[in-house]
């Protein structure tokens, strides 16, 4: 096998073909590994679990050690540290809350910023290659937490009564509408947020790492198992696949940035009842 389809292949995360079958195109069972530790227990471990875990602990380390060495006049990691969290506090938190609450709930929109950024990054990490919020698990808990904020947020703004009756009854609607939009506002409101919040989340995910996958898993199938007038395309799928992942470190920086505006937005809307 060629260096350059040993590469592509390796870039995809996934082993290249090696009983001659050729082009094996991605699928979702790279969501689905084979467990490796605790089998059979509550607690087993698979590849996307064992992802989850590093970036969890990049991400606590990152910043507990960037906290440990601050300084009064900030190095360049210290510097990107704090550009970082400033920019969802004034950007996201404050922009669409204002001083007062933005204040309040920025340690929260933060942490929903940076947790989902560092688990759909490690799709592009050479050797983790799997964004882990393209299961179900992680993307749920974060709309959850989400979900959470926004249901206390309206409640210690404005009482347990008002904000049910403005989350389910919006102004100026007459009362023998409230039958019909009640169960609407309901399903809108407390159903549907948190679902989309996290099927958004976990498509594109999923969809980036089967284009990568789809990318390099060719290049390899070309370079390897193709004609040599076929074997240009390799390189083109080669080169399609490092723009691709690019784009895909593009997409992970922007669905975090989306997931913690939706949640603002929520927490926004419960705080500022109309």
Excluded at 136 to 146: Q, T
């Amino acid at each position: 096998m060629t260096t350059s389809a040993t590469l592509a292949a390796g870039l995809a995360g996934i082993a290249p073909a090696t009983d001659g079958g050729g082009f094996e195109p991605p699928s979702l069972d790279d969501f689905y590994p084979q467990a490796f530790a605790l089998v059979g227990t509550p607690f087993e471990l698979n590849r996307v679990m064992l992802v989850r875990i590093i970036m969890t602990l990049v991400l606590v380390a990152l910043f507990g050690i960037g906290a440990a060495r601050a300084k009064v006049v900030p190095g360049r990691v210290q510097n990107l540290l704090e550009m970082l969290l400033e920019f969802v506090r004034k950007n996201i938190a404050v922009e669409i809350l204002g001083e007062k609450y933005g204040a309040r709930y920025a340690p929260i929109i933060t942490t929903i910023f940076l947790g989902v950024f560092f688990l759909n990054i490690s799709g592009i990490l050479p050797g983790l290659q799997i964004a882990s919020t393209g299961v179900v698990g992680m993307p749920l808990v974060f709309a959850i937490v989400s979900y959470i904020a926004f249901v206390y947020a309206g409640v210690r703004a404005n009482g347990a009564g008002k904000f049910v009756r403005g989350a389910l009854v919006p102004a100026g609607v007459p009362g023998f509408l409230y039958p019909l939009i009640i169960p609407v506002e309901f399903l809108s409101t407390f159903v549907l947020r948190p679902l989309t919040l996290t099927v958004r989340l976990m498509a594109n995910m999923i969809s980036g790492h089967l284009l990568l996958s789809l990318c390099f898993l060719a290049t390899n199938a070309l370079f390897v198992y193709a004609t040599a007038q076929l074997k240009v395309l390799g390189t083109i799928t080669f080169v399609a696949g490092i723009v691709f992942i690019l784009f895909e470190a593009f997409v992970a920086a922007l669905q975090a940035y989306i997931f913690a505006l939706l949640s603002a937005v929520y927490i926004e809307s419960s705080v500022h009842m109309h």
